[in-house]
C-alpha cells in the first residue's frame, strides 16, 4: 500500500503570497545566502546562541528511536535532516515548495527521501510519520494561515511534532529584508495547543541570540 495520500501525492496546494515568493527568484536568493555544511551549521548555531544545533537536537531527540520516521516540512536544501541522519536516524523525509532548493537537496542528501510540496499539502497519508517537524518555517507563514498549515503538520504524525521558531507571546509582524508580510513572530507551542486538545508539550527551551534580544524557542510535543 503507497504511503501517499491526497489524490497519489501530487502537489496540489494552493499558493500563498509568501509561497510565491519562496518558490521564486526571493527563495533562491535565500536558498544561495543560507547554504551551509553541517558544520557550518553548528558554527552558527553557536555564534548565534551559545549551543550547537547538533547540541539541541540530541537534547530533544535523544530518546526517540533512530527508526522513527521522520518529516521535515520546508526542508530546503535538506541541512536539519543530514543533521539528524549524523546523528544515526535512518527514516527521513523532507517536503520543499521551492524547485531549486528541493532540486539541491536530492542531490547532496543521500538515502533521504526529498520531495516538491509545502505545509499546506503534505502529500501523505495521516499519522504516517513519527515525527514532524518544522525549522523557521511557521515564521514565514502569513498568520490566517498557520492553521492549516498545522493542522496539516498534526494530521500526518502519529505521536511527535517538533519545531524551532522565533518566538514571541502575541504575534508580531518583523520586516525580513526590507520586505513586508513574509515574517512573523509568536507562540507556536501554545498556538498547537490551543488547536490540538490531544497535544501535550513534554518539552520547550527558550533559546536568546547572544547579541539582541530576539528569542526563539524549541519544542517538543506528544498527542495522548
Sequence with gaps: MSALGRKGGGYLSRTTFQLGNWAGKFGKEYTDRNAVSLKGLDKLYMENYGITRTELNKDFL???PRSARILEVGSNI???????????FKNLYGIEPQDYACELAKKRCKGINIMKSDAFYIPFKDGYFDLVFTSGVLIHINPKDAPRALREIHRCSNKYIWGFEYYSEEYKEVLYRGKKNMLWKANFPKMYLD??????????KYIKYLDNENIDVMFLLAKE
Excluded: A
Design 62 to 64: 535523544g530518546k526517540i
Design 78 to 88: 535538506g541541512t536539519q535532516l543530514l543533521c539528524l541522519q549524523k546523528m544515526g
Design 195 to 204: 488547536i490540538f486538545r490531544d497535544l501535550r508539550l513534554l518539552k520547550e
